[in-house]
């Protein structure tokens, strides 16, 4: 071994996990190369925030961010261990040192410390180590990481191949790696002998001690605070973990790269929403005046009988608008309010790692480098009805049957003039003119599958946990757990009521006649289906091709459906809320039927039934 490296220096800083910050308790290596104690990197991925909202969890490396959307399988990484417990080892020996050099010289200058003190004059952390136990060390290092003898040590596929650095060597580099992105603290000096009256080798310009006017070089971990020598060996202190404050500075600082880098993602993820809200808002936009060019072309072809309906048309155009942009700007006004704080939080972090004052810093972190409570934005978004064209479709639909679509129109408009602004519900009173066609709705057990239990007065319907013994019928569906009504229609209007309750999971609508019954089926208006669904409590949708989803607040127990069989409307309503759901016109070329399906029953949890309700007339 050339004399050079009998020279060198080991410190306590190669040999720490990155998050605990003490030395190393049965180190484990991730596949990106960097070690941490088991209990760390477990506890960081256990219960640290991971990925973003609402997707499969992603887990990082907590130094060079690399994500892993697989938990690594950590294994413990023998050599480091076995070398980490050499490195205590041998710092207890040096404890029990009796004051010689490194080299074996006496030290002329040493005392022993008082009896009565017995750990006061000890350094507080491993500086530089004898010739020969160095010597004795690196020899041990170069037997470790020898190829085939080094065990536990995590693999990857693209590390290199085996002439590539032992698992000593690549922690070293990892620390040098570490200190060019997170600023962490410089290799620890030699340490210094203190004695009661303080330390040899006091630096000048430190902050003074108010009680013993001496500087305040070191930080006590136990009590959060600053303190000089003489503080350090007195009764308050004594036992307590007490390092030197410019290292503890270094430290707090390194962590704030990281506090910095995750805001940074914050503001990201927040900027990156506006953008995805202001397209939204856009798009929202070109549809609506899309809207307006179509019917106004249309009108134009009738505009002395049609002046009153087309200035409806556009107003409930504008409306749709106004409540879509109404809650864009509302969306972008708390996200710009969140990002001025967070670039706030941001920039006060940026002064702190700036200042020298490290008592002043000190006292600063603990508030800075907490992360404010930040809302989740992934749900967040800005819909309208505008683009799907369901009001340029009545109007071209009204110019066929101009007369007797006339009343019709006024109607519809009305109703969807209600729900252009679902996050304020309000009185709807349509929902009372409807409630004027209620139907006396019953279900037929003949269509219903093997699985559902149907009630004997036919007005309630749940699913069972296994098959009947039911004749298969061609009427009867056989793979999807739902029934038709016994009644159908044709022409006319009809209404009628389902009580939910608080079911997690369910499916209301009609379902033309001749749909198929047999095997998988494919729901949607082109098929034969046109219905509500619930999925988990929370997620409500209109089975298009691809489903529309809908905000439904407040949360209904009991749902209202109405269908105008001459126009190819069919509406849900809110019972109790008094508020229209949504509405969807198509052509109606057979007979439809109520269709009603309680899914499956989630082992107990979405076991309650469907029940056709009588209809009360509402004031």
Request: glycine share 6%; with cysteine; net charge neutral.
């Amino acid at each position: 071994m050339p004399m050079a490296l009998a020279a060198a220096f080991l410190s306590e800083d190669q040999f720490t996990c990155s998050i605990c910050l003490e030395v190393f308790n049965n180190p484990v290596s991730t596949p990106c190369g960097h070690s941490f104690c088991q209990v760390c990197i477990s506890s960081y991925w256990d219960g640290g925030r991971q990925g973003g909202g609402g997707g499969a969890k992603i887990y990082q490396c907590p130094l060079c961010k690399e994500s892993f959307r697989k938990r690594p399988e950590l294994h413990i990484n023998r050599t480091l261990k076995e070398i980490t417990e050499q490195f205590k080892n041998m710092a207890n020996a040096r404890v029990l040192m009796d004051g010689r050099g490194a080299a074996g010289v006496e030290d002329p200058n040493w005392h022993p410390p008082p009896q009565h003190h017995p750990a006061l004059t000890l350094p507080q952390r491993l500086g530089e180590m004898p010739e020969g136990i160095f010597a004795e060390m690196m020899t041990r290092f170069q037997r470790l990481s020898t190829p085939g003898v080094a065990h536990g040590a995590i693999s990857h596929p693209n590390d290199p191949p085996p002439q590539s650095p032992g698992p000593v060597n690549a922690h070293l580099s990892f620390k040098a790696q570490n200190s060019q992105h997170n600023d962490p603290p410089p290799p620890y000096s030699p340490p210094r002998r203190y004695t009661l009256s303080g330390p040899s080798d006091s630096l000048p310009n430190l902050p003074l001690c108010p009680t013993h006017l001496r500087g305040l070089e070191f930080f006590c971990r136990t009590d959060n605070t600053c303190v000089c020598s003489v503080c350090m060996e007195a009764a308050e202190h004594r036992g307590h973990n007490v390092i030197p404050a410019k290292r503890e500075w270094h430290i707090k600082k390194s962590q704030l790269g990281i506090s910095e880098v995750e805001l940074k993602d914050l503001i990201c993820e927040r900027e990156r929403k506006v953008e995805e809200i202001q397209n939204s808002l856009r798009e929202i936009q070109a549809a609506a005046e899309a809207e307006a060019d179509g019917a106004v072309c249309a009108f134009s072809k009738v505009i002395s009988s049609m002046e009153r309906c087309q200035a409806e048309i556009l107003e409930m155009i504008e409306m749709s608008r106004k409540a879509a942009e109404h809650r864009a700007q509302n969306l972008l006004k708390e996200l710009e309010q969140e990002i001025a704080e967070l670039k706030k939080r941001r920039t006060a972090l940026t002064q702190l790692a700036l200042t020298e004052d490290y008592v002043h810093f000190l006292k600063t972190f603990p508030a800075l480098s907490t992360l404010p409570q930040a809302k989740d934005w992934s749900s967040a978004s800005v819909v309208s009805e505008l683009s799907s064209g369901v009001i340029l479709r009545t109007v071209s639909h009204m110019m066929e049957h101009f007369e007797e679509e006339m009343r019709k129109l006024h109607e519809v408009l009305t109703g969807q003039r209600s729900s252009s602004d679902q996050s304020v519900p309000r009185p709807n009173p349509k929902v009372r003119r409807v409630q004027e066609y209620a139907a006396d709705i019953t279900l037929d057990p003949h269509t219903a599958h093997p699985r559902l239990i149907i009630s004997v007065d036919g007005k309630q319907v749940q699913c069972g946990d296994r098959h009947q013994p039911l004749p298969d019928n061609p009427e009867r569906f056989d793979r999807v757990v739902c029934v038709l009504a016994r009644q159908g229609f044709n022409s006319g209007r009809h209404y009628w009521e389902v009580e939910v309750g608080e079911k997690t999971d369910w499916d209301i609508g009609v379902a033309s006649w001749s749909v198929n019954r047999k095997g998988k089926i494919t729901v949607n208006p082109a098929q034969g289906y046109w219905f509500l669904s619930l999925r988990d409590r929370t997620e409500y949708a209109f089975r298009t091709e691809p489903s529309t989803s809908l905000t439904v607040n407040p949360r209904p127990s009991r749902i209202g459906i109405y269908v105008d069989c001459d126009k190819g409307v069919v509406s849900f309503y809110n019972v109790e809320a008094r508020v229209l759901i949504y509405t969807y016109t198509d052509t109606f070329s057979d007979t439809i039927h109520p269709f009603f399906s309680p899914c499956t029953n989630k082992s107990g949890r979405n076991e309650a039934p469907l029940t056709i309700c009588p209809v009360a007339m509402t004031e």
